[in-house]
C-alpha cells in the first residue's frame, strides 16, 4: 500500500464542480473525458500527492446516477494506490472482504483496478490501483 492515490466526489454537473475544485479553489486539471465502460465523465485535479476525481453520471441508471439519486453529491470513493493488486486482492478475499469483479479491470492508461464493496470496509467504497510502469 503506497499512496492516497485520489478522492471520487459524485457531481451533477462537471462544469459547475470545475468552477469551484478548479477555479475558485484553484487546482489544476489535468484530464478530463467520458469513461463510457463506467458511464461516467471524469476530471482529475491534482493536489499534493493525490488528486480530487470529479465524476458525472453520462445517463440514467448507472452506479454513479444511483448514487446521486440516492445520496445527492458527495464523497464517493477513496482509492488507495497498491503495488501488487492480485495480492492485494487475495489477501482481501482471503479475510472474507466482498470485491466488485472476480479480475482486475483495465483502465486506458493500463491501470489496473479493482473496487471493494462499501460493506467490506466499513462504509466507504474504496477503489484499488496498480499503476501501470
Ligand atoms: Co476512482
Known amino acids: ?12 454537473n462537471l462544469d459547475a464542480a470545475l468552477a469551484f475544485y ?11 473525458r467520458e469513461v463510457p465502460e463506467e458511464g461516467v465523465e471524469i476530471a ?9 476525481e470529479l465524476l458525472q453520471p453520462l445517463s440514467e441508471g448507472g452506479g454513479v446516477a444511483r ?3 440516492k445520496r445527492g453529491e458527495g464523497l464517493h470513493h477513496i482509492c488507495l494506490q497498491v503495488d501488487d493488486i492480485e495480492a ?4 482481501l478475499r482471503s479475510a472474507g472482504a466482498r470485491l466488485l469483479s472476480e479480475e ?4 486506458t492508461s493500463g491501470t489496473r483496478y479493482v473496487f471493494v464493496h462499501p460493506k467490506s470496509a466499513h ?6 490501483y496498480e499503476v501501470a510502469e
Open 104 to 107: 482486475p479491470r483495465v483502465g
Open 88 to 91: 492485494a486482492m487475495e489477501r
Open 123 to 128: 462504509g466507504v467504497l474504496l477503489e484499488l
Open 1 to 12: 500500500m503506497s499512496a492516497i492515490h485520489h478522492i471520487a466526489i459524485a457531481v451533477h
Open 44 to 52: 482529475f485535479l491534482p493536489a499534493g500527492e493525490g488528486e480530487i
Open 67 to 69: 448514487f446521486l439519486e
Open 22 to 32: 478548479r477555479d475558485a479553489l484553484g487546482l489544476g486539471m489535468t484530464e478530463r
